[in-house]
């Protein structure tokens, strides 16, 4: 283990969605306003894209995280939504506090449940929000349905659930060809992987976090792996964590360009 050779507490690279980690670039920052005024100003409906590890189901969970003190706000978390209309239903009512035995209610029950809940939230001034991550692999038209019924769900002056799609650029696509329901989206944002200049940023935040303040990669081994890595966090955390390791077997006090390229080769094979 290389984390007593280079003064680590953890690993600063693991892939897992830990908000600890949050690196709030730029583009990071603006999706997170976006996700927290889509939930605060009750505005429907958000979709939120991103190439495969560009850090969107961090997002979610630094969204998670900030909901979480605030006492106005409830959310449901659905990070599967390859289910069946029912299923859709039930996980939904249960992540809301509802009925926790699945396959008691039918359908009319869970959307009265749900219904109920909401309402209650409403009159206790709480806004309730949906986040759906992966929402591209909604395979059933039957769910897209049930989600663009819960769309529709509000009191006389307000709607009272935020439904936040979060997932893969096809998402777009798909959300797109359904008219009923891409016209009830307020909100757009895709998110860009990060830049060469916040490459090297996200390194060594990451590395702050987990307890080093000097420096381990070089500017120039940041800049490799922007170059390795065309800026997605999901690759760079691969590449970093490997590099450590050679660093660490071939006594290294820095990671240079050369160690970024030998851990490049041994995470292909090579």
């Not at 600063?12 to 997170?32: C, I, K, M, Q, T």
């Not at 809940?117 to 769910?143: F, Y």
Request: glycine share 6%; hydrophobic share 40%; charged share 25%.
């Amino acid at each position: 283990m290389y984390l007593d050779y280079w003064r680590l507490k953890e690993r600063p690279f693991e892939v897992g969605p830990d908000a600890r980690f949050f690196y709030s670039s730029p583009n990071h920052e603006e999706g997170l306003q976006r996700l927290l005024f889509c939930t605060h100003e009750a505005r429907g409906s958000m979709v939120l894209t991103g190439e495969y590890g560009c850090g969107k189901s961090l997002l979610c969970r630094v969204l998670i995280r900030e909901l979480a003190r605030d006492a106005r706000s409830q959310l449901a978390l659905i990070i599967n939504p390859r289910l069946q209309p029912k299923e859709f239903l039930e996980s939904i009512c249960f992540e809301l506090g509802g009925s926790r035995e699945r396959g008691s209610l039918d359908k009319v029950a869970l959307l009265d449940q749900i219904v109920q809940i909401l309402q209650n939230n409403a009159k206790a001034d709480r806004e309730t929000t949906l986040v759906i991550d992966e929402a591209q692999a909604i395979e059933s038209q039957e769910v897209l349905e049930e989600i663009r019924l819960l769309m529709n769900i509000q009191s006389e002056d307000k709607l009272l659930l935020n439904i936040i799609f979060v997932g893969q650029p096809a998402l777009k696509e798909k959300v797109l060809k359904l008219k009923q329901l891409s016209q009830r989206i307020q909100l757009w944002f895709h998110l860009p992987p990060l830049d060469e200049e916040n490459t090297r940023k996200y390194i060594e935040h990451r590395l702050h976090v987990a307890g080093v303040d000097g420096e381990i990669f070089t500017p120039e081994a940041c800049q490799k792996v922007f170059h390795l890595t065309g800026g997605i966090p999901r690759l760079i955390n691969n590449l970093c964590n490997m590099a450590l390791w050679i660093g660490e077997k071939g006594q290294l006090r820095t990671i240079n360009p050369e160690t970024v390229e030998t851990a490049s080769q041994t995470l292909k094979g090579g």
